[in-house]
C-alpha cells in the first residue's frame, strides 16, 4: 500500500499511524510503557502546539487524529516515535533490539470537521472493532475518550534521560528527579461544537459513540465474530 501524500498545512488535520517492525505486539500488558508514551504525546503537543483529538496505543501500532497548525507535523512526529523507540528496550526487557518502528508514519489528511470526528471515533472504538471488547468499560487498558468528551487533563512524568545519564557519568549519586518534568495531557474538543456546554458536548459524544458501537457489534455478530472479552486481555 502507498503512503499519503506528505502535505503540511495549517487547513486539514491528519490521521497519523505508526506500525511496529512486524507488526509486533510490544504494547500489551505494560502499564510503564503506556504512562511513557502518554507523557511523550503530551510534551511534544505542548512543545509543537498540537491539537490532539485522540490517541490510541494498540498492540502493534499507535494512531491519533490531530491538527498541526504550525505546519510542524515531521517534527513532532520525529520526536514523539523516536522517543518511543528508545522507551521499548527499557520498558520490554525481552525486546530483542534492532530497529522499533516497520516503516515511517502514515499521515492521511482530513479535509473538514465531519473527517477528524469520524477519525475520532474509529480511534476510540478500535478495541470494539478489533474484537477484544463488547463495550470501552470492558476495555483494561488505556482508552483517551473519556478523558477527550470531558476536557479532563492528566499529569504524567517524563524523564530527560539523555541529560541524566550524561550528569550520571561524573556524579553517581544524582536524583534522576532532577531530570524529571510533569507535562500535562489535553485532548482539543472537536471542531463544530464550541458552542456547547461541556456537559452538553460529553453527553452528545455519548451518544454518537453508543450508535457508532451498537452499529460494529451488529456488523461483527453477523459476520460470525465475537469479542474476546476484558479477562481474556
Known amino acids: 500500500m502507498g503512503y499519503h501524500p506528505r502535505i503540511e498545512t495549517p487547513d486539514m488535520g491528519s490521521f497519523l499511524t505508526t506500525r511496529s517492525r512486524a507488526s ?61 523507540a528508545r522507551a521499548v528496550p527499557r520498558y520490554v526487557p525481552e525486546y530483542p533490539g534492532g530497529r522499533f518502528w516497520g516503516r515511517r508514519y502514515s499521515a492521511e489528511l482530513l479535509p473538514a470537521g465531519d473527517d477528524i470526528e469520524d477519525k475520532f471515533f474509529y480511534t476510540v472504538l478500535q478495541a470494539v472493532q478489533d474484537g477484544l471488547v463488547e463495550k470501552l468499560s470492558e476495555y483494561p487498558f488505556y482508552n483517551c475518550f473519556h478523558d477527550a468528551i470531558w476536557g479532563i487533563e492528566r499529569h504524567y512524568k517524563v524523564i530527560r534521560w539523555g541529560e541524566y545519564n550524561a550528569a550520571k557519568r561524573y556524579n553517581s549519586r544524582i536524583s534522576i528527579k532532577d531530570y524529571t518534568d510533569i507535562v500535562v495531557l489535553k485532548y482539543e474538543r472537536l471542531p463544530g461544537y464550541e458552542h456547547l456546554t461541556q456537559k452538553e458536548y460529553a453527553h452528545l459524544m455519548q451518544k454518537k459513540l453508543e450508535e457508532r458501537r451498537i452499529a460494529i457489534v451488529k456488523e461483527r455478530k453477523a459476520a460470525g465474530l465475537g469479542f474476546a472479552g476484558r479477562e481474556a486481555l
Open 24 to 84: 509486533e505486539l510490544w504494547f500489551v500488558n505494560n502499564p510503564a510503557l503506556e504512562q511513557a508514551i502518554l507523557g511523550y504525546a503530551a510534551r511534544y503537543s505542548h512543545r509543537y502546539q498540537v491539537r490532539l483529538y485522540a490517541l490510541a496505543i494498540e498492540g502493534d501500532h499507535i494512531q491519533a487524529p490531530a491538527d498541526f497548525p504550525e505546519c510542524n507535523r515531521a517534527f513532532f512526529m520525529r520526536d514523539f516515535n523516536s522517543s518511543i
